[in-house]
């Protein structure tokens, strides 16, 4: 069974099943024992956090009510999956490990992409990373405090993570995309100069002087005005390079970094594919051994959601791309117009 706290609270089951955790109070309660990480929660703070000063008649038993509601609604999702939920003098702890929680599999990721030197395998680790998240963390608990401190550091990770992404993309030559997605973000939070050095940066390198140098004293005029500081000496460095055009801003990449990612109309997936690790990597080795692997299966399986999950990872391999093509009922005549269309998205493919 699989959580996460990534986004709204979330249950899934080990192939991939939503499940309901019905009432609040009790979706609560699972959230605040996922916000520990493993941790035991003794009843009292359980109590407190759940109900404040509203206290029921009798708290510890409407509590043990509720740990029960919680472990049913696991169980009855899948077997042994009561067991999760361990009682432990004084009070309780969620049975939770590695990439059982998303925010753990985005830990994972991200500590991979630091470790390698390839800046092609890292800027791919951090997109991994970043599609786990499905909104802010904790979204359904924004207000209660039990969540706030779990949040804010989920929240803090993912933004350095972007950072990250953004850093290793400028490597990759990818200036105006960097520019463009990193305008809204920095306008979220204008004052993380870390952020604001990626993007000063990205707009300089697209050909944008203006904006860059714009961006820069629009930093430098909220730090004085909320901090009463200057910019960073990374940053202050970095704008007196723009005002010379230090030519070494503008040095392209090496070959083996800068290489354009090939063509694909495969569409992102809006949220993870949980439970499906040993479909995809049996597909994988099969597209590695065989011209054609095909999905069969009843109608409304997953096929193709499994089907675009690979294909998104494997895109690398195929230097003409990957490419969608779905079925649909043509209205004749279609002529040699449709023929020519089709023979040239398959030239590029080596089809």
Not at 9 to 26: F, H, N, S, Y
Not at 28 to 39: D, E, H, Y
Not at 66 to 93: H, I, M, N
């Amino acid at each position: 069974m699989r959580f996460g706290v990534l986004g709204p609270l979330a249950v899934w089951t080990a192939d991939g099943r939503t499940v309901r955790v019905p009432e609040l109070k009790v979706r609560a309660l699972l959230a605040l024992l996922l916000a520990q990480q493993g941790r035991p929660v003794s009843a009292d703070r359980l109590i407190d956090e759940l109900w404040g000063s509203k206290l029921p008649s009798n708290p510890t038993g409407v509590l043990q009510t509720k740990v029960w509601q919680l472990r049913r609604a696991l169980e009855d999702a899948e077997p042994g999956g009561r067991e999760l939920v361990v009682s432990l003098a004084p009070g309780y702890r969620l049975r939770v490990d590695g990439d059982t929680v998303d925010s753990g599999r985005f830990h994972r990721l991200t500590a991979r992409a630091r470790s390698t030197g390839d800046p092609r395998e890292r800027a791919a680790l951090l997109a991994d990373a970043l599609a786990v998240w499905r909104g802010p963390a904790f979204a359904d608990f924004s207000d209660e405090e039990f969540a706030r401190a779990a949040r804010d550091r989920l929240d803090e990770q993912r933004l350095t993570a972007l950072e990250e992404q953004a850093e290793v993309r400028l490597e990759l030559g990818e200036h105006a995309l960097v520019a463009d997605e990193l305008g809204d973000l920095v306008a979220l939070h204008p004052l993380r100069e870390r952020l604001r050095t990626a993007h000063v940066r990205a707009l300089y390198l697209a050909g944008r002087q203006g904006a860059a140098l714009s961006s820069y004293a629009d930093l430098r005029e909220r730090l004085a005005e909320t901090l009463g500081v200057d910019p960073s000496p990374e940053l202050a460095a970095l704008h007196r390079s723009i005002l010379n055009q230090d030519p070494r801003l503008t040095a392209a990449p090496s070959p083996a970094t800068s290489a354009v990612r090939p063509a694909t109309n495969v569409p992102a997936a809006l949220t993870e594919l949980i439970g499906r690790d040993g479909a995809i990597g049996e597909l994988r080795t099969l597209l590695a051994a065989n011209r054609l692997v095909t999905l069969t299966g009843a109608g409304g399986v997953g096929k193709t959601r499994l089907a675009l999950a690979v294909a998104s990872q494997v895109v690398d391999r195929f230097p003409g791309g990957v490419r969608l093509a779905e079925f649909a009922v043509l209205d004749p005549p279609r002529g040699p117009a449709g023929t020519g269309r089709a023979g040239a998205a398959a030239s590029p493919a080596g089809v």
